[in-house]
């Protein structure tokens, strides 16, 4: 009688398999890094519409805007907004800016005025 024979793969058939995978990884892994720069600045624009309402709420109250260090800080808000981005507020007679400047080179610097307009700066990565 004969043994029972083992069933294993080959060499051949592991690198087929390791080549397949390295170029679905590869193709993957450019609109993942995209769809995360897209949520980073997301985030940071709820996070600008957070303070602004908290520029508002501050308006009400003493009938003045606040400065960068009354507002609460960026950590508070959000984490990953605070590790790429650094806030810069910008008072002027009757108003005030919100920016968020981009410490990232693939992500673009925000901003928000009192009126409500959005501006972005694009990132440096994208030229």
Do not use: C
């Not at 390791?18 to 949520?39: C, N």
């Not at 520029?55 to 009938?63: E, I, L, P, T």
């Amino acid at each position: 009688m004969r043994p029972p024979r083992l069933r294993a793969f080959t060499l051949l058939e592991m690198v087929v398999v390791l080549a397949i995978i390295g170029v679905m990884a590869s193709l993957a892994l450019p609109s993942w890094r995209s769809a995360q720069l897209r949520g980073i600045s997301n985030d940071a624009r709820t996070v600008l519409e957070r303070l602004d309402l908290q520029q508002k709420r501050h308006w009400q109250r003493y009938a003045r805007y606040a400065s960068a260090a009354e507002l609460p800080a960026l950590v508070t808000l959000s984490d990953t907004v605070a590790a790429h981005y650094e806030l810069s507020v910008e008072l002027t007679p009757g108003g005030y800016r919100l920016s968020l400047l981009s410490r990232n080179a693939d992500l673009s610097s925000v901003g928000l005025t009192h009126w409500g307009l959005w501006t972005q700066s694009p990132a440096e990565g994208s030229q």
